[in-house]
């Protein structure tokens, strides 16, 4: 039998392993047909339910990510896809704290493309620090624990200069990088289908 470590290591090795590689087997459904399993809504819905039901979460509708998706569908999409990461690589995270973290992850409340924008101090540095402004935002909405304070203030790694301290930081610096791309690239468009509020 494995040890942990080694387990996790060849888990690893073949989440990052890309001889397979074809271009035609990438699935640009990914995302949509997370939203669809049931497994990780309830999962979503159990851990996130505090926050996705506050008005103030809720403000993220207001302001687009990538392409036409918002920061809200964004946060969603990245809670979703890390709980399949999580899944997939037998990571063992703490469910809780990694569907908060991820919902909260981009909690910066402004539009980022409008430097002019309240709260966006930063305009042309908005990757380097909405993470910090997220992190204030979230503790002054929301009780956090310091896994999830991680996650928010870590995502953006290696952005933000200091890496994550714990694997779901590590899952969700993965799932925004991931969804991120097939947004920013207009291969995930559309809207979410399931009002999670």
Sequence with gaps: MLHNNETEMRAEQNALDTNDYCEENLDLNFLEELETDSKYLSML????EEILNDPRYL????????????VYEHCIYVCLCALKINSKLKAGA???????????HDYFLYDWHDGSAPGNIHPKLHGFYHPGIALRNAVKDFILSEREKDIIKK???PLTINPPRC????????????A???ETLKL???????NYA
Excluded: P
């Design 45 to 48: 819905k159990e851990h996130g």
């Design 155 to 157: 995502h953006m790694w």
């Design 188 to 194: 995930r468009k559309g809207k979410i289908a399931v």
């Design 167 to 178: 694997r779901e930081a590590w899952i969700i610096c993965l799932a925004d990088k991931y």
């Design 180 to 182: 991120s791309t097939l």
């Design 59 to 70: 403000k993220l509708k207001e302001f687009i990510q990538h392409g036409n998706v918002t």
């Design 94 to 104: 703490e469910l809780r704290a990694l569907v908060r973290g991820a919902l909260l």
